[in-house]
């Protein structure tokens, strides 16, 4: 019994002694300290300076669906099914859009987002609610390879032929997608749309941040998208027959 307790008190011993050199030690000298607190207010400076950018790129264009300037296309980001329909942040995007429409500050609307499954078609479901809410269906375009902002930016310029555009997304959102299409070479105002301060919310505006550091990367070297292919008419057929 006594061997057995002497082996636990050895061994809890080096266990104090192994977390003792996992924990992080402080400079001791003021010199150091300094140094460490320079290193700290760098990072968070370095952490910051996307999103920073991103803000002064974008707030100027970040309007409402009143005051937004008229543009002949809207470009409404997915943002995920329920049971094949469009999630309730999506459904408000599409209203937006649809008012645009009705209120004759688009033509057209482009719809982008991820089909790539059989099973997961949010373009179409995007297509539906519009055409539900008024929107003729010759006057709605998709975009099945929408797979993330950039690529939805790049897509619309480079496939479909956009140049200016209002673009339709939630307003933690919506600083992103105007940097991102700028740098794709689209003219765009955006329409942050109104959500519920829920956790969906609060986790969007949080990978926001994150989002950020990826947003200045695909700025940087302009990546091409994860599926390009070839040009699409869909966008100047639909402005030709809304003319005619």
């Not at 140049?163 to 003219?187: E, K, N, P, S, W």
């Amino acid at each position: 019994m006594r061997l057995n307790r002497q082996g636990a008190g050895a061994g809890r011993g080096r266990l104090r002694r192994a977390a003792g050199r996992l924990r992080p030690r402080l400079p001791r000298t003021r010199r150091g300290r300094r140094r460490a607190v320079q290193a700290v207010m760098v990072a968070c400076v370095l952490g910051l300076a996307p999103a920073t950018w991103m803000h002064s790129v974008a707030d100027a264009r970040v309007r409402t669906t009143a005051d937004v300037p008229a543009r002949q296309v809207a470009v409404v980001f997915g943002a995920g099914l329920w049971n094949g329909k469009p999630s309730p942040y999506l459904a408000n995007r599409l209203r937006a859009a649809a008012e645009l429409y009705r209120d004759k500050k688009v033509r057209v609307v482009l719809v982008t987002g991820d089909n790539s499954r059989v099973d997961y078609d949010e373009p179409d479901a995007m297509r539906k609610f519009l055409v539900g809410h008024g929107v003729p269906d010759s006057r709605i375009v998709s975009d099945f390879a929408g797979f993330d902002t950039w690529d939805s930016c790049v897509r619309a310029k480079k496939i479909f032929g956009v140049d200016r555009a209002v673009l339709v997304t939630q307003g933690f959102h919506v600083r992103r997608a105007i940097a991102l299409c700028r740098a794709a070479g689209i003219d765009a105002y955006g329409v942050g749309v109104d959500a519920v301060h829920d956790a969906t919310w609060y986790y969007g505006g949080t990978r926001e941040v994150f989002a950020a550091g990826k947003a200045a990367l695909e700025v940087l070297f302009k990546p091409d998208p994860r599926f390009l292919g070839p040009r699409e008419p869909g966008v100047g057929t639909a402005l030709a027959a809304d003319a005619g």
